[in-house]
Nanobody, 121 residues
């Protein structure tokens, strides 16, 4: 089963930074594109970033472009999301999922527990 474990969330002040990790267990994450998603209270889950298998292609939602950076370390079977200049509206539970490609909506596996990010003073 394609299961990912998200970590690295926490409470941070506006303007602060966090780095989230997405680690694969039981399969090779480097064989998949990987999307980062988030769900804020009372809102639908949205995709905010994706990285291709090679890492050469990345994309971002307008809401995080220029502040978040996705990367991957295939040797560690892990994908990261560096989040800078955090805003209160970034508060959400963050998830990752393997994808068919960054241009596809096809997801593999299932949702994990996610990691909570709270941006507040």
């Amino acid at each position: 089963q394609l299961q990912l474990v998200e970590s690295g969330g926490g409470l941070v002040q506006p303007g602060g930074s966090l780095r989230l990790s997405c680690a694969a267990s039981g399969f090779t994450l480097r064989s998949y594109a990987t999307g980062w998603f988030r769900q804020a209270p009372g809102k639908e889950r949205e995709e905010i970033s994706c990285i291709s298998i090679s890492g050469e292609t990345t994309n971002y939602a307008d809401s995080v472009k220029g502040r978040f950076t996705v990367s991957r370390d295939n040797a560690k079977n892990t994908v990261y999301l560096q989040m800078n200049s955090l805003k209160p509206e970034d508060t959400a539970v963050y998830y990752c999922r393997p994808k068919l490609s960054c241009g596809s909506r096809v997801l593999f596996g299932s949702w994990g527990q996610g990691t909570q990010v709270t941006v507040s003073s």
